[in-house]
Every structure is written in structure tokens, then in C-alpha cells.
């Protein structure tokens, strides 16, 4: 594993680790995250596979900014633009309806899929330099604690680590399905103060 700074030569260095296939971890809002091509299936199969991760499950999106949803979601519905004008930049996951073109593994049972514009710069920074999503799941063994540093990643894949020093500890992103109001996990964001939207 190559350790980077996050400089833009680190983050060139990531990029061009994703753009060959291979895995990154950098850091997020939360915790430390395992990043790979979502449209690169062979990329997928090396995440799931690094996680030890049911391949059933499927993986929450970053993006650089909302231009980004675009390709994956197509328009969105005045309740999740609201819910996207009021918490993003920041550590709200989504559930929006997928676009035909993203791939399978990444959509959940009821096609939607889980995506987050998060507030940590550098996460941004990775997305917009790549030139569309990455993946973010937390880069650790599955069922093991998230990593908060790079001295904390166990996870024998990864190619360039982005180091974004020690996170402070958090909970995860709330993830939250705009249309039917279900709080499918409660992190950072209260479902107190999505309710109050709703």
C-alpha cells in the first residue's frame, strides 16, 4: 500500500490507481473509505472480495458535487431535493431511484441506489478529479471497526491509501429514503431533523 498525501500529486497518484482497477482508501467525513470504479466491474469483484463482503449487498456512491447524479439517477424529486439542498455537502446517504445504466451490484432490492455527496473536501476532491462516483464503504474487513486513520486499515488490497490523518470518532452517515421517510440506519444526521423536513 502506497500512503499519499493529499496533495493534488497524492490525489493524482489515487486516481490513477482507481483508473487502472485497483482499490484506494481516503478519508471521509466519518470514517476512512474503500474506494474503486463503479463502473469497472473486475474493481468491484476486488472490493467485495478485500471486504470479504457479501457481493449481494449493495455499495454506496460518493460524488463530487450534484452534477455527478446526473448519470446515475436522472432527475430528482422535489422531496429529494430537498433533503439534498438542506444536508449536502455532508453525512446524509440517499436512496434514489438508479438510472438504467448503473451497474446491478450497486442497486439495492427496490432499484434504488445509496449516494452521498460528502462534506469532507478531499472525498470531493477524489470524485471530481476522477470525473464521476467511487465507491465508499467503510475500508475495513467486514464485521471489524472502521478504520479512522491509515495506521488503522487492514485491509490487504489497497493500493494507495489518501492520508487524511486521524478522523475524530463518529457515527456513520444517516442513510434515508426521501420518498417513503424510512431511516434505514441513523448516524450523524438525527432522523429527528429529517422528520422536521418532512
Do not use: H
Request: hydrophobic residues 40%; contains cysteine; proline residues 11%.
Amino acid at each position: 500500500m502506497r500512503v499519499v498525501p493529499p496533495t493534488p500529486a497524492g490525489i493524482d497518484t489515487a486516481v490513477d490507481a482507481l483508473r487502472r482497477g485497483g482499490l484506494i482508501a481516503y478519508p471521509t467525513e466519518t470514517v476512512y473509505g474503500l474506494g474503486a470504479d463503479p463502473a469497472n466491474p473486475r474493481a468491484l469483484e476486488r472490493l467485495f472480495r478485500a471486504k470479504g463482503r457479501d457481493a449481494g449487498k449493495a455499495v454506496l456512491l460518493i460524488i463530487g458535487d450534484t452534477a455527478q447524479l446526473d448519470a446515475l439517477t436522472g432527475p430528482l424529486s422535489d422531496r429529494a431535493r430537498t433533503f439534498v439542498e438542506r444536508f449536502w455537502p455532508g453525512p446524509l446517504s440517499l436512496l434514489l431511484p438508479a438510472s438504467g445504466d448503473v451497474p446491478r451490484s450497486l442497486v439495492g432490492p427496490e432499484a434504488k441506489l445509496c449516494v452521498r455527496c460528502p462534506s469532507c473536501e478531499i472525498a470531493r476532491t477524489l470524485c471530481r478529479v476522477f470525473g464521476g462516483p467511487l465507491t465508499s464503504t467503510s475500508a475495513n474487513p467486514a464485521g471489524e471497526p472502521p478504520a479512522r486513520s491509515v495506521a488503522g486499515l487492514a485491509l490487504s488490497d489497497i493500493a494507495v491509501a489518501v492520508d487524511g490523518g486521524m478522523l475524530p470518532a463518529s457515527p456513520p452517515s444517516t442513510i434515508f429514503d426521501p420518498e417513503t421517510g424510512r431511516v434505514l440506519r441513523e448516524g450523524v444526521i438525527p432522523e429527528s431533523a429529517l422528520r422536521a423536513l418532512l
